[in-house]
Nanobody, 126 residues
Framework: QVQLVESGGGLVQPGGSLRLSCAAS????????IGWFRQTPGKEREGIAC????????YYSASVKGRFTISNDNAKNTITLQMDSLKPEDTANYYC???????????????????WGQGTQVTVSS
């Protein structure tokens, strides 16, 4: 059974950086896509980045492209999200999730992902 644990959230000033980690266990060979998502109260969960564990193909939402970087360490089963130039609108609870699929290009549609972590809170405020 896949288990995911996010860490690294906290309070940061606008323009600052945070590095989120997602520690994964129980991954099987068919779990190929890992994504990062975020959600604020009263809003739908938003996909922001994903990566294909096989070939490292990436995808970012327009809201974070150029500021966030997703990376994967298969040896450590850890997926990180480096967040730079943070803005107050980046404040949210951040989740990692996995998807089992043979497809090559990952997508950031939350309903396609089946295993989720508990989330880590990121607050961007002065």
């Amino acid at each position: 059974q896949v288990q995911l644990v996010e860490s690294g959230g906290g309070l940061v000033q606008p323009g600052g950086s945070l590095r989120l980690s997602c520690a994964a266990s129980g991954l099987t060979s068919d779990v190929n896509h890992i994504g990062w998502f975020r959600q604020t109260p009263g809003k739908e969960r938003e996909g922001i980045a994903c990566i294909d564990r096989r070939d490292g193909n990436l995808y970012y939402s327009a809201s974070v492209k150029g500021r966030f970087t997703i990376s994967n360490d298969n040896a450590k089963n850890t997926i990180t999200l480096q967040m730079d130039s943070l803005k107050p609108e980046d404040t949210a609870n951040y989740y990692c999730a996995t998807r089992s699929t043979p497809q090559r290009l990952c997508v950031i549609r939350p309903h396609l992902y089946t295993n989720w972590g508990q989330g880590t809170q990121v607050t961007v405020s002065s």
